[in-house]
């Protein structure tokens, strides 16, 4: 699996340091509130999984998944929910979790759905972010690092959903692309 990266763009060592100083932020923000952490499939798992532990808050977790994606590199802008909320979010804190904003398509169709049933407050977080790809204007509240227009795997992140495992963030080298489209 390692030998099928080019070059890592994100350590280990770094992903651990920037999640802890983004927990104790939110630690900080929600001071005294109880706290639902909404982590988004399947790409926010590894995130959502490790932050939480950040956070030294009454703290729920709730699971959605939203694809804009299928198995293609490039945002097709074509947002499906696949699984939904199981409780109601309704004068709740919220705090969406997303793995890496591309277009931003599919958080701000995110936030708009949940905003639409009325919690008390809704924060985004985002471990990465590409800022030169964005299509439309979201505000991230808590973003880890901020990735050029490249595609990324590890930590979360897929290639026809492979290479989630990968402990860093890194990108693949360009024959997998090749041997993908040769299949
Ligand atoms: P957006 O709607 O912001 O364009 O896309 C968001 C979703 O697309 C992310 O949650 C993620 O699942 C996927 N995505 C965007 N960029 C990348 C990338 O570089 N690598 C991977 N593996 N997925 C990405």
Redesign the pocket.
């Known amino acids: 699996m390692h030998n099928d990266i080019s070059r890592i763009l994100i350590s280990n060592d770094q992903i651990k340091e920037r999640i802890k100083s983004i927990g104790e932020q939110i630690t900080f923000d929600y001071s005294g509130e109880e706290l639902v952490v909404v982590c988004?499939l399947k790409?926010a798992f590894i995130f959502g999984a490790d932050l939480c532990r950040e956070i030294n808050l009454p703290l729920k977790f709730e699971f959605m998944s939203i694809s804009?994606?299928g198995n293609a590199?490039t945002?097709s802008g074509i947002v499906r929910i696949i699984k939904d909320l199981n409780e109601s979010i309704e004068g709740k804190n919220v705090l969406i979790v997303?793995?890496?904003?591309?277009?931003?398509?599919?958080?701000s169709y995110l936030a708009s759905l949940l905003t639409a049933r009325k919690p008390k407050s809704l924060k985004i977080c985002s471990l990465c972010s590409?800022p030169q790809?964005h299509k439309t204007e979201v505000k991230i509240d808590y973003f880890g690092f901020e990735l050029p227009s490249?595609?990324?795997?590890g930590y979360g992140?897929?290639?026809r959903d492979l290479y989630r495992n990968l402990p860093y963030i890194g990108v693949l080298k360009s024959d997998i692309y090749t041997r993908f489209l040769e299949n």
Not at 98 to 107: M, N, P, S
């Open positions: 988004i790409g804009s994606y590199t945002s997303e793995d890496i904003i591309d277009t931003g398509l599919t958080v590409k790809c490249e595609f990324v795997v992140l897929d290639f």
